[in-house]
């Protein structure tokens, strides 16, 4: 991941993990921001993988979409699953915190065009 094309998404995860922190929720936070990045990960690497394909036709590359966005969910949500049951960490804090990373997921994207 390149650092500069996520930095509203890394600026809006400390944040929220250094409130959090405050608070006693570090944890939940800390893994909440890490289940966003894992997610912006997967992106990237979809991303680059279909950049070095450049002549695939408009079928396969459609394809490709779908899967990033079917793997991305799947893994957002066993991750974020896996943290609320397994681990039991505090929902307000790993949700926020999932989705303020991906709100700066989205922003850092559309600054970038």
Known sequence: MKSIS?????F??????VYYAT?????AALYGALVSLSNTLIFNWYTNKQ???V???AQKSFRMA???SVTRTF???LLALIGLGLLELDPAALCLSLVVGQVGFILDRLRQK
């Open 6 to 10: 996520s930095l509203i998404q890394y």
């Open 12 to 17: 809006f995860l400390a944040l929220i993990v």
């Open 23 to 27: 608070n006693g929720f570090v944890l």
């Open 51 to 53: 950049k070095k394909l």
């Open 55 to 57: 002549d695939i036709d």
């Open 66 to 68: 779908i899967n990033s």
């Open 75 to 77: 893994s957002l949500i």
